[in-house]
């Protein structure tokens, strides 16, 4: 069964390459959600004024690669206690959440959630929102596949985030 999930982890760039990599993934799509604007540019989300977070959107199949598996994945990218953006990327654009498609997706967020505030893994309050799934919006076409399509220019920009650095001290123990 084809399900949707969507994520704000910060600049959507980073967000795309740790989901496409498994099986019954079969599309990360970036783009915006959230907001108040219709038909967002990259440029409203980044000026912070249209209430759009830069998201991602996963299609995957539920019997293959569930949704608790991609949460798994989805805390291990961003730094959940920081609610003002994810690394050298702030703002409100950049603030993480899990926007659900149901109850069922809610529950699991939820439960997720409070699994990694009881974990000791961070000092400070997760703080990763859990709202209602609204329109999602696709990024523009330069956008998608940042990581393939601008490889040199992905590196850099993601070797001077923090967000690598993050994963390690936190996930990689």
């Known amino acids: 069964m ?32 959230g907001g108040h604007l219709e038909n967002p540019t990259y440029e409203d989300v980044k000026k912070g004024n249209s209430g759009h977070l830069e998201v991602v959107e996963i299609e995957f199949d539920s019997s293959i690669f569930s949704y608790e598996q991609l949460l798994d994945i989805y805390w291990m990218q961003i730094d959940p206690t920081d609610a003002y953006g994810q690394f050298h990327d702030r703002g409100e654009s950049y603030a993480t959440a899990i926007f659900t498609y149901s109850e069922e997706q809610k529950r699991i967020a939820q439960a997720s959630k409070e699994k990694l505030a009881n974990s000791g893994r961070f000092d400070k309050p997760i703080v990763t929102t859990i709202r209602d799934a609204q329109h999602f919006y696709p990024a523009e076409d330069y956008h998608q596949d940042y990581y393939k399509k601008e490889p040199d220019h992905y590196k850099q920009d993601r070797a001077v985030s923090g967000r690598d650095e993050f994963i390690a001290q936190h996930w990689k123990k």
């Open 2 to 33: 084809i399900e949707k999930a969507t994520f704000a982890g910060g600049c959507f760039w980073c967000m795309v390459k740790p989901f496409v990599e498994w099986d019954g993934i079969h599309k990360v799509t970036s783009g915006y959600m």
